[in-house]
């Protein structure tokens, strides 16, 4: 495998999402219809995340805690990009929080359709690290 290629996310209402995902958290639009919605994620290689609705969509609250999707993950490069950040969401009056953990620092939030969003900020630990470097990545 080289990587991923996109991941997709069943959502209520294709323009609340999109509306969501550029203009709160800036990625450029690919592609898109009323039922789907392709969107840049900011990668060197080509990786999507992509937005779509289906006829019959259970139309229920989403829940890490369903089996399935637990949250999606977005890098940031750095220090000023995380601040950066910050201030964007505060600024959108996005609710968030920001927590360290062994691999770095993870800005918290909640798209529309409650699917947790995370912008990560990698800087592992010394244990994290080495276990990186074992596996030579």
């Known amino acids: ?39 840049l994620t900011g990668s060197d290689d080509l990786s ?35 601040a950066g950040w910050q201030q964007r969401l505060h600024d959108r009056g996005v609710p968030f929080d920001l927590r360290r953990s062994e691999w770095g620092h993870h800005l918290n939030l909640r798209d529309p359709d409650n699917v947790a969003v995370e912008l990560v900020l990698v800087q592992p630990d010394a244990d994290v690290q080495a276990t990186l470097n074992a596996a030579n990545v």
Do not use: Q, W
């Open 1 to 39: 495998m080289a990587g991923f290629s996109h991941v997709a996310l069943t959502v209520g209402n294709i323009e609340r999402s999109k509306t969501f995902y550029t203009d709160v958290l800036g990625m450029p639009v690919l592609d898109s219809s009323a039922t789907y919605c392709a969107l």
């Open 48 to 82: 999507a995340l992509i937005l779509t609705t289906h006829d019959g969509t259970a139309f229920e609250p989403f829940s890490e805690l369903r089996i399935g999707l637990d949250h999606v993950s977005f890098a940031i490069p750095d220090e000023d990009a995380l």
